[in-house]
């Protein structure tokens, strides 16, 4: 049995170089799993379900094809592709899952989430996410036309690449107490999530049990891939051709 999970992708037009390496993973490894789990951000920004430009176009049918071939393909949306919906997942057979979901994996329970929930030292991003995630915002928002909605993404997309660079690193990263309370809250001794671009395999204890925490990495300057075979957990990167 082999299960995939990757995050933070921030697919673009304008990084062909990530798309590639993206489409060659859904062909030569993806197709071979039994299921792929995709942690959030897999788009730099997905503006709505009914934003089919070409580029859009080409990720969806990779998906399509990839549940066609009896893959199964699940999704939790990020902070930058919060606005996909239940439309791309009828057109692709992917299927939307809560921000904390907790599955099986060989008779162990394990918490799978975007992780951004879990930086609640960064005050401002957790208000802003409070706000956007309303959900009568995002009705209206899927109302404007599509053109608005692009400057209005590209002014935010602005904004808060400005604002990023002034905050500290720390305040990015997740708060060690709030992952022990969500993993207590749920129940689980594993959580595995993406956003802060940290790679890595975390164990500590809490009540005097060990705990495990997998981080995804982003593919910005190569592919990051969690694979779950042979009752072990792999984090591996692709290289970009």
Known sequence: ??????????????RPDITDCFLDFMNTEA??????????DLFEFWIGDD????????????FKALTQHGVKCYFIQGNRDFLLNKRFCKETGVQLLADHTVIDINNEKVLIMHGDTLCIDDIKYQEFRAKVHQPWLQWV???????IRQRIV????????????????TIMDVTQSEVERVMRQEGVKRLIHGHTHRP?????????????????????????????KNNKYTLQNKSFK
């Open 1 to 14: 049995m082999t299960i995939l999970f990757i995050s933070d992708l921030h697919l673009s037009p304008l």
């Open 31 to 40: 197709i071979h799993a039994e299921k792929l789990y995709v942690l959030g």
């Open 51 to 62: 934003d089919n430009s070409p580029f859009n176009v080409v990720i969806k049918e990779a």
């Open 141 to 147: 928002f899927n109302r404007i036309p599509l053109f």
């Open 154 to 169: 590209k002014n935010v997309q602005d904004k808060i690449k400005e604002k990023k660079q002034h905050k500290k690193l």
């Open 200 to 228: 890595n395999v975390h164990t500590f204890n809490h009540n005097s049990e060990e705990m495990t925490r997998i981080v995804l990495g982003d593919w910005y300057t190569q592919g990051s891939i969690l694979e779950f």
